[in-house]
C-alpha cells in the first residue's frame, strides 16, 4: 500500500463515475489545508483498494475501508484502544466485527447524481406552507478559494431548512441537509438540495449524496435526484455511548445518538 498523497490524478479522474472516490480528494484537501488529522494508503495494482483514516478534535476517527486483501493490514494502523466510525465492504466488516468490539452496525447508501431525475424534478415551492423564502450563501478563503455553499429556507425570517456542503472539494462535495423538525414532511428538505445540486453543477462540482439507509426522509431526498451507486457496511467501533432523546421524531437511526 502507497500513501494516498501520491494518488491524486488517477482517482480524480474516476470521480464522476465512482461517486466512493470524493472521500480520496477530502484526504488530499484536508492534508493540503491541514484542517484535520489524516493518513492514507491505496493500491496502485488495484484502484478500488483504499484506506483513510480522519482524526476530529474529540479524538475520534472516521475510517473509509475499501481494500480487499489488504484489509487486515489497514485495521491493523488503527490504534487498538481507538474509537472509530468505519466505512468499508462486507468483508472489512466481517473482519472488524471478529476483531473488535462493534456498538452499532447498518448500511451507508452512496448516490450517483441521475440526469434524467434532476431534469423530471421542477422543484415547485413545497405546498401547504406559509410563504419560504431562500437563500444561497458561498463562503470563500482569504485568498478567494470557494470553502462552502449553503441553501437555507426561510419562514417569518426564522431558518427552517438548511442544505450544505460540509465536504466541498475542487471537483466534488458532499450535501448535507437538516430541517426543523416543526416543518418536516412539506418537501423543504429536497427543494434545498435541489437548489444545492444546481449551485454546485454551475460551479463544475460534482454532488455526492451519502446516507445510512435507516434515515428514510433523508433516503427520500436522494432518491428524488440521485441513483443507487453503491452500499457499504458501516460500524461504530469501539467505546461508543447511545443518547437517544425520548421525544425524537421517528425515522431517525440510532447513528445519529452515538458519542
Known sequence: MKPIESARAPWLARLYEDPTRYVEEIATVEARHQVWSSAGW???????????????????????????RHTTWCLEQIPSNAKFYLQTDRRGAQATVATRPVVLTGTVRYFRLSPAKLAASRLPP?????????????????GGSLC???????????????????????????????????????????????????R????????????????VPS??????????????????????KLRRPMDVPDGLPDSLFLS
Open 126 to 142: 413545497p405546498p401547504n406552507l406559509e410563504t419560504v423564502t431562500w437563500s444561497i450563501d458561498e463562503t470563500v478563503t482569504p
Open 42 to 68: 491505496y493500491d496502485p495494482t488495484n484502484p478500488t483498494a483504499f484506506m483513510l483514516i480522519r482524526t476530529d478534535d474529540k479524538g475520534s476517527q472516521s475510517v473509509y475501508l475499501y481494500a480487499g
Open 148 to 198: 462552502g455553499i449553503q441553501v437555507r429556507g426561510f419562514v417569518k425570517e426564522q431558518s427552517v431548512v438548511s442544505a450544505s456542503t460540509p465536504f466541498l472539494c475542487p471537483r466534488s462535495a458532499m450535501i448535507g441537509v437538516d430541517t426543523d423538525d416543526r416543518f418536516r414532511r412539506h418537501g423543504l428538505g429536497r427543494h434545498a438540495v435541489g437548489l444545492l445540486i444546481h
Open 219 to 240: 433516503m427520500r431526498i436522494a432518491e428524488t435526484f440521485f441513483q443507487r451507486h453503491a452500499d457499504l457496511q458501516f460500524l461504530f467501533v469501539g467505546p461508543w
Open 200 to 215: 454546485l453543477l454551475e460551479r463544475g462540482i460534482a454532488p455526492v449524496y451519502a446516507t445510512d439507509t435507516a434515515n
